[in-house]
Structures are given as C-alpha cells and as structure tokens.
C-alpha cells in the first residue's frame, strides 16, 4: 500500500476510470459507481477512489455528460458467433459491465449471438439488428466481401461498425478490437520451437472463413520455416471450433501419422482434440492452444495442454463498448486503426 499511496501524492495527470480502477485496486463498475454517486460502495472504499481520482486529475467526460443531460439515446448492436463457444463468455461480461457504466449515457447494448460462420446467417442477423434502430455496429465478421459489402452499406447509413476478435479485409469498418492474430502465430511457434525443436505438428484451426484463425496459422508457419528447419508439418485440419469434429479428425490424424508429436490448435475445438490424444497414452504429444477458460484450465493442471496464450477477453468487450460511446462523446471522430490486446502466455505455474 505505501507505494499506492505515493502514486496519490504526486501523480498529477488526467486519468480514466480503467487507470484509477488499476491504482485503487477496485473494479471499473465500482469507481464509475463512486464518481457517479450511485452508492452501493463500501464508504472506506468511495473514500480512497475519490483520493485517487482527484490526485490523478481524474475530470468527467463534458461531452458526455452533455448528452446525458439531453438524454439522447445510444443503441449498440453486438453481433457474436458465441453460441456453444465459451470463449466468448468473458467478451460478453466485459461489453455488460461497460453499458453498466454508461447507464447514466443512456447507453443500450443489444446483443445478438448467432452458431458458425455461415455468410447468410450473419447477413441475416446484422439485418435484424439494424431493424432494433441501432446507433453503432460491432460484429466478429466472416472474412467475405459479402460480409465486406454490408458493412459499407451500414456505414453509409451513418452507423460506425466496429470489428471486434477478427477483422475483415477491405471494408469500412472504423476500427478494430483484438489481438494481433498473426503475431500471436508467431508466439506460438516460438514455444513450439522451445518445446521441440524437431517436432511433427498436426495444425488444427477454427475456420477458414475468419482472417483471425488464417493469420494464426500463418504467423505460425512463417516463423517455422524461417527458424526451425527440423520442425515438419504433419497436416492441417478444419474443425470449424466444434469439440466433436475436432476428436474425429484428430483421431484419424493420430492414426495416419504415428508421427506425429505435437498439437497446434489455432482456435476452438481444444477439449475435442485433447480427448482424442487420449486414445493414445502411449504417445507424448505437446499441445499448445490459445485462451484460458475453465476446461482448458483443467486440460493444463492435468498435464494434457503445455502452454496457452491468452488474449484477454473481457478487455476486448469492453474495449468495443467503450469505443463505440466515444464515436459519439467525441469532437474528434477519427478512431485508431486497431485497439491491440497483449497476448499471455500461461503455463501451469500461472494460469
């Protein structure tokens, strides 16, 4: 706590709510909760919150406050291919505690969740919300200039669109929430180089319809044959981020390449492919995966995954959401190219 405190005493710059959150040691909806007045805080708490607001010069956003004040009315639309695909659980709990703390914006999130990566369903479902009046767009878009035609569309109707975990090539979409996919391929194969560097890799990846699965699967390849000349690949598999598809087309892989040493999944289907590698005790076979949710939690501390790389979640739905308000609260309507997420790598002694 002394060095928190020191930060109070001199610390004399503007500073958001995500920062003052950091310092005090609370949570974003707690210091939006005191700097609102909205109460429901422990009173010892509200009292360091507002110490270190105002230290960190911490002054509410004007624009924004004018719009309160005229109670315009702020309609989000967030379009997710989320059904059965728990990754996203953590994007859609950091976009809800973002409106929470908009709530004094009259900020509304309508949030529509679709299964896949067909072209006519996410067409379909950016329809049915822009039927719901939406002010702004965020969507994990298919990479189809299909997909890339209707998001000019939308912005022609004078609707930011935000691209949220994947981006798409040549549309109008105004900015990108994410991570790096190609560089986090690139990670990738570095661990896989340090874990093996004669390795036989079987690549299992989500979708080729989304640029964030390709790009995985090309940092990953790139760096391989630019680094790690005795390290093969065995084959590449498509299991569309369905667990069941993923045993079927791993077992059969497993079979056909005695081989093979080394697992890189580039997206969904981990616990699949995992039960498969388990029809062969005898054989050691390293996997890398991407993400941390529960089961591939459990998949590490029993030894079954060798490392993941995180990207951070929550702070990527949040991130959306706080975009898309400042399209609105903001003179300057420019927005950066990509709002980038670190990735993590975590292995058993740190997930």
Known sequence: MATKEYLVEVIEVSATIK????????????????????GRVNPEVAQRVKKIAEALGYKPNSAAKALATLKKRMVFGVLLPSVNNPFFIDVIKGIYEAQEELADFAVKVILKEISGYEIENQLQAIDELLAEDISALAILPIDDVKIAQKIEAVVHLGIPVVT????????????????????????AAGLMGLINERANVLILTGSSKLLSHNQRVQGFNEVISKRYPNVKIAETLVCNDNNFIAYDLVLQALGAHPEIDALFIAAGGIKGACEAISRYPDRKISVICFDDIPHIKNLIEEGKISATICQQPFEQGYETISRMFRFFTEQDQSSPESILMDSIIKINENI
Do not use: W
Not at 168 to 187: E, M, T
């Open 164 to 187: 949220i975990n994947s981006d798409i090539k040549n549309s109008l979409r105004s900015c990108y929430v994410g991570i790096d996919f190609a560089k986090s391929g690139k990670l």
């Open 19 to 38: 920062e003052i959150a950091a310092v005090a040691e609370v949570s974003r909806g707690t210091v939006d909760r005191v700097l609102n007045n909205r």
